[in-house]
């Protein structure tokens, strides 16, 4: 059953159903890889229900889970070019303006086809477009990102995955780059601290 405060927001925003298929279609028009719309509609009481196509991949916390350490070889090879592809991928989200407000590594997934990674994004339904982005929401979905722990993600592989995003980000000047690396990196390792307390 909804809550109260679930209850406005739908009356306000639209149903998590709602938004998920709104904001999927505008990744999509947009050349971004979202779940498509199979069936969507409204059941007794208010509700509404939706159905999405399947997409292939795993989730990106799966991928890097995939080559232990010690890296070395296609292993390597291929983590690296997992980093540089997702940088350039969220990169390109950000700079057509579109946040996606729960960028959790579980959130995009994954497929290596044809030796390239494509990714697409699941969860939707808090997506928002603004043009240009704010700092504020840029910096909150990279730290989403960024959550995983140092065994599974280390700093040189956030740089990897920054250097490619910024490439994307071309109305970002070098200092604010270099400010929303720095705060990223450090809101991201305090989370990871105040998880294992």
Known sequence: MRSPAASLQALARGSRATRARINGESLLLAGIDAP????????????????????P????????CLVPAP???????????????????IGRVHATGFIHGDLQPGH????????QFRFTLINNERNAKKIPAPGRLLLR????????????LSRTDRLR????????????????????????????????DKGRQ
């Open 57 to 64: 991949g795993a989730s990106i916390k799966h991928w890097l």
């Open 36 to 55: 498509e719309t199979i069936l969507w509609g409204e059941l007794p009481g208010g509700r509404e229900y939706l159905f999405t196509a399947m997409v």
């Open 161 to 192: 995955f920054f250097r490619a995003w910024r490439r994307q980000m071309r109305d970002l000047s070098p200092m604010e780059a270099k400010i929303l690396a720095s705060e990223v990196y450090r809101r991201a390792r305090r989370r990871q």
């Open 141 to 152: 979905d990279l730290i989403q990102l960024n959550t995983l722990a140092p065994g599974i």
């Open 108 to 115: 995009v997934l994954a497929a290596l086809q044809q030796e």
């Open 71 to 89: 890296r070395a070889g296609a292993a390597l090879r291929l983590r690296h070019d997992l980093l540089h592809a997702l940088g350039t991928f």
